[in-house]
C-alpha cells in the first residue's frame, strides 16, 4: 500500500533532520587527533587495548588504569579495528551514541505526542550547547547518556504505554551497559519513583485505570507483574556480572598487589567515595543552575514561559509530564548532594527535559512573541559577536590576534581559526537577517549548524597541533632522529599517544622526580636515549648546558635531555 502524501512529508523531515545532525556532528572527523583532558587518555587506553589483545583492564602505559569502567574505550577499540584510523575511531563512538540518542528521543516523543513534538525533542537536544560540545568530542559522557536514554526509553515505554515486560526488560540491560561506561546507569531507574508516586494518587481517588500516552487507559491490575518487575534489575545485575565476574577472576589470579589496589580504586573510590567525598570538582548548590541556564541553550531560554505550563500538567496528572520531570528533578538532586560537581554528570536529564518541553513549545511561540525574539536576538549577537572577533584578529590589529593565540600556547600559523571564525560569523549573519524574528528556530538552526561544522571542519584543525601534542612531538622526533630511543618524564597521555616511536615511560602516577631516577638509568643503558621531561621534574636538578628548551606545550614546559651518563640529579628531600 503507497504512504498518503501527509506520510512521505513526514519521512522526508524526519530524514532531513537526521540527515543534517549526522553532518553537524560528523563535520571535522578525521581532521584532528585527541585532545586533552581526556580524549588523549582514552584513546591511549583503547590503543593498548588494540596492541595487547587484552580489553577487560584498560592500561595507561605501564600502569592499570582505574577511574573509569572499560566500556567506553573499548567502543574506541572496536572502532579502529573496523575502520584503522584513530583519527576516526576515536570519536566514532560519541557519533553513533549521539545519534543513538536523538533518534531515541524522536521516537519516544512521537509514541507520547506526535512526530513534530518528536522532532523538535530531537532538536533541543542536537542544538543544546553542551549536548552538541560534548557529541564532538571523544568523552564518556554521550555514550552513557545514550544508554541511560535507552534505559528511559524502555522504562518508560512500559510504564506509560504498557505493560510491556520486553521494554522494561530492555531498560534493565542498557542501565547495566550505563554501568559498565561510567559507573551511573542504575540512575535510568530514578524514573521508577515518580511513577509509583503517580500511581499511588490514583490508587487514594479510587482510580482503577491508568491513562496511557494514546488515551487509552490501563487497568491497575495489568500492572501487578508478579516477578516480573524484578526482569529490569536483574538484567541490569546480569549485565554487569558479564563484566565484572571475568574481572575479578582474572584480579585475583593474579596474586598481584597492582590488580588489587586497581579493584579497590575502581570499585570503591571512584565510584562511593567520589560521591561521598568528593575531592576535586568541587562546586556551590546552586552550581546546576548555572549549567542548565547557559549549557542547556536554546532549551533553557523557554524555561520561564514552560514552568507555568509545566505546573498544570503536573497538576492535571498527566502522567508523561509526571515521569519526565520527576526523573530531571531526581537527577539533579542526586548530584547536587555531592560536593563533587561537573556540567556532563546532569547531561543524561537533557534528553528527558526536552521530551518534557517540545509539546509545549509550538505553543509558547505562537501565544508569546518574546521567547521567539530573545532566540533570535541571541543568535544574530553570537554571530555578531564572532563576525567582529574574527575581523579584529584577522584584518584589522593581527598582533592582537597573535597574542591571543600565544596565550594558549597556540602557534601563529594557527592564524586561520580567525578567518574561519569571521566567515562562521558573517555566514549566520546572513542567515539571521534571512530568518527574520519571525522563524527564529531556523536562525537557532542556521546559526548553530553553521558554527559546530565550522569548528569541525576549520577552528579544530587549525588548533590541532598545538592541541593534540602533536607538534611537540614532532619537533622530538626531529630532533633526536629516527634511530633514537624515547623516554618520557612527568608525561601527559598525549605525549605517548603521539610519539613517532614506542617510548618508554617509568610510571604515570609516581612522583616526576622519582620518574627521573629511573629514567636516568634506563638511559645510561644504552646509547641514543634520550628523555623529554617536564621541566618541573627538574627542579631539584643541577643545569645541564646541552639541554634542549622545546617550550610549552599544553601549558606546560618540556625539556630534551640528551644522552650523558655522567649527570645525575639528586632525590629531593621529602617534607
Known amino acids: ?88 575511531a576515536f570519536l566514532l563512538p560519541s557519533l553513533l551514541a549521539t545519534l543513538g540518542t536523538l533518534w531515541l528521543v524522536y521516537d519516544l516523543g512521537r509514541r507520547l505526542w506526535d512526530r513534530r513534538a518528536g522532532l523538535l525533542a530531537a532538536w533541543l537536544t542536537l542544538f543544546a550547547v553542551g549536548f552538541t560540545f560534548q ?61 509509583l508516586w503517580w500511581r499511588w494518587r490514583l490508587r487514594r481517588a479510587h482510580a482503577d485505570r ?77 552550581y546546576y543552575l548555572e549549567v542548565i541556564a547557559l549549557q542547556w541553550l536554546p532549551l533553557s531560554l523557554f524555561l520561564p514561559w514552560l514552568a507555568p ?4 500538567k503536573l497538576r492535571d496528572g498527566d502522567p508523561r509530564f509526571v515521569l519526565l520531570l520527576g526523573f530531571v528533578v531526581l537527577l539533579l538532586v542526586f548530584f547536587n548532594l555531592s560536593a563533587g560537581k561537573r556540567e556532563v554528570y546532569i547531561l543524561p536529564g537533557l534528553p528527558m527535559l526536552a521530551l518534557a518541553a517540545a509539546p509545549l513549545i509550538t505553543d509558547i511561540l505562537v501565544q508569546h512573541r518574546w521567547p521567539g525574539r530573545l532566540l533570535w536576538a541571541l543568535c544574530a549577537a553570537f554571530a555578531t559577536a564572532a563576525l567582529a572577533v574574527g575581523l579584529r584578529a584577522w584584518w584589522i590589529d593581527p598582533q592582537w590576534g597573535q597574542r591571543l593565540l600565544a596565550a594558549r600556547d597556540v602557534g601563529l600559523t594557527a592564524a586561520a581559526v580567525w578567518i574561519w571564525l569571521a566567515g562562521f560569523g558573517a555566514a549566520a549573519l546572513l542567515a539571521c537577517v534571512i530568518a527574520r524574528p519571525g522563524r527564529p528556530l531556523l536562525a537557532a538552526s542556521a546559526t548553530l549548524g553553521l558554527f559546530w561544522i565550522c569548528v569541525g571542519i576549520g577552528i579544530m584543525p587549525a588548533l590541532n597541533d598545538s592541541s593534540s601534542g602533536r607538534g611537540l612531538m614532532r619537533a622530538v622526533g626531529e630532533r633526536i632522529g ?18 613517532d616511536r614506542p617510548a618508554q615511560t617509568f610510571g604515570f602516577s609516581r612522583d616526576p622526580s622519582a620518574q627521573l631516577q629511573d629514567a636516568l638509568i634506563w638511559q645510561a643503558q644504552a646509547p641514543q636515549r634520550w628523555l623529554l621531561v617536564q621541566a618541573a621534574a627538574l627542579a631539584a636538578c643541577p643545569p645541564r648546558a646541552d639541554a634542549i628548551d622545546l617550550g610549552l606545550g599544553n601549558r606546560r614546559e618540556w625539556v630534551l635531555l640528551p644522552p650523558d651518563p655522567g649527570w645525575r640529579c639528586p632525590v629531593p628531600a621529602r617534607r
Not at 577511574?67 to 567506553?72: E, G, I, N, Q, S
Not at 574505550?73 to 584510523?85: C, E, G, H, I, N
Not at 541511560?148 to 522494561?168: E, S
Open 309 to 312: 505550563a509545566w505546573w498544570r
Open 135 to 195: 557529541a564532538k568530542r571523544a568523552q564518556i559522557d554521550p555514550t552513557v547518556t545514550f544508554f541511560i536514554t535507552l534505559a528511559n526509553y524502555g522504562l518508560l515505554r512500559h510504564l506509560l504505554q504498557g505493560p510491556d515486560w520486553r521494554r522494561w526488560a530492555l531498560g534493565g540491560v542498557a542501565a547495566g551497559l550505563g554501568v559498565i561506561t561510567k559507573g551511573v546507569g542504575v540512575l535510568a531507574f530514578l524514573t521508577v519513583l515518580p511513577w
Open 482 to 499: 629516527a634511530d633514537a630511543g624515547l623516554g618520557l618524564v612527568g608525561w601527559r597521555e598525549q605525549q605517548l599517544l603521539q610519539a
Open 210 to 286: 491508568i491513562p496511557t500516552a494514546g488515551g487509552s487507559g490501563t487497568g491497575l491490575a495489568a500492572y501487578a507483574g508478579g516477578w516480573r518487575w524484578l526482569l529490569a534489575p536483574a538484567l541490569c545485575v546480569f549485565t554487569v556480572a558479564l563484566w565484572l565476574v571475568p574481572l575479578l577472576i582474572v584480579a585475583h589470579a593474579s596474586h598481584d598487589a597492582a590488580y588489587g589496589a586497581y579493584l579497590d580504586n575502581l570499585l570503591f573510590k571512584q565510584t562511593a567515595e567520589r560521591y561521598a567525598a568528593a575531592w576535586h570538582h568541587q562546586q556551590p548548590p546552586w
Open 1 to 88: 500500500m503507497n504512504a498518503t502524501p501527509s506520510a512521505r512529508v513526514a519521512r522526508r523531515e524526519v530524514a532531513l533532520f537526521f540527515l543534517f545532525a549526522f553532518v553537524l556532528l560528523a563535520a571535522g572527523i578525521g581532521l584532528r587527533d585527541p585532545w586533552p583532558s581526556d580524549e588523549p587518555r582514552f584513546t591511549l587506553v583503547a590503543k593498548q587495548m588494540v596492541e595487547s589483545g587484552d580489553w577487560l583492564i584498560p592500561r595507561r602505559g605501564n600502569e592499570l588504569y582505574a577511574d573509569k569502567p572499560p566500556l567506553f574505550m573499548d567502543l574506541q577499540a572496536l572502532s579502529f579495528t573496523l575502520v584503522r584510523d584513530w583519527r576516526v
